[in-house]
């Protein structure tokens, strides 16, 4: 081969893979798994089904944060911070939440005391209805997540109250319905499931 001919084809090839790579950070082939949640009294739950994205993206760490924020950004869900989670029941009551996990991995009681324990890890996005419980129970020590909010909503933060469970489902009521799924945009998601909730 040429050397002019090597060098055009070399810099071709360099030339697409961030392309490639930022191809590849996307599951195009996810389909979230659905969970519903009831009332307890206390904890509030949804109509709409807590969505989970297994293994949705393959960046990890700053880079893996960096896209999710940019990704979440370009659906309309910002706000966003980089944190675990509290290690208590809780839920918002006006905002939905989306969480996506770029390191470690995390044993999550989801729904509220009489809801579903499961294991999320890097790479996983969890799509929270508003009112739907949420509670981390062990992590390891690199855990950490992305949350953002449709429209960028400010969230508040409720607690295992019986007393504001009225107040609560009222405030639910009045969420928004996102335009656009965090992940996957205004063609998909939760645009089409949570419709047919």
Known sequence: MKRST???????????????KLNAMLNLGTTPSE?????????????????????????????????????????????????????????HS???????????????????????????????????????GHKCISHSNDFTVVGAYPNGMDWDLIKEEKSKHEQSLQNIKNV????ADPLIGKDNGLIKIWKNS
């Not at 070399?10 to 392309?19: G, I, K, N, Q, Y």
């Not at 890097?122 to 739907?132: E, N, R």
Request: with cysteine; charged share 15%.
């Open 6 to 20: 090597f060098v055009k084809t070399s810099a071709l090839a360099f030339l697409s893979v961030p392309f490639i």
């Open 35 to 91: 969970f519903y949640f009831k009332d307890d009294g206390i904890i509030p739950n949804s109509p709409y089904p807590l969505l989970v994205y297994k293994n949705a993206f393959s960046e990890r760490g700053n880079n893996g944060a960096d896209w999710l924020e940019k990704k979440f950004k370009a659906n309309n869900w910002y706000n966003s911070w980089r944190w675990g989670i509290y290690p208590f029941h809780h839920y």
């Open 94 to 132: 006006n905002t939905h939440e989306v969480l996506g996990c770029f390191q470690g991995y995390a044993e999550v009681h989801m729904g509220g005391p009489n809801g579903k324990i499961m294991k999320i890890e890097a790479g996983d996005i969890l799509v929270i209805p508003a009112g739907v």
């Open 176 to 179: 928004p319905f996102p335009n």
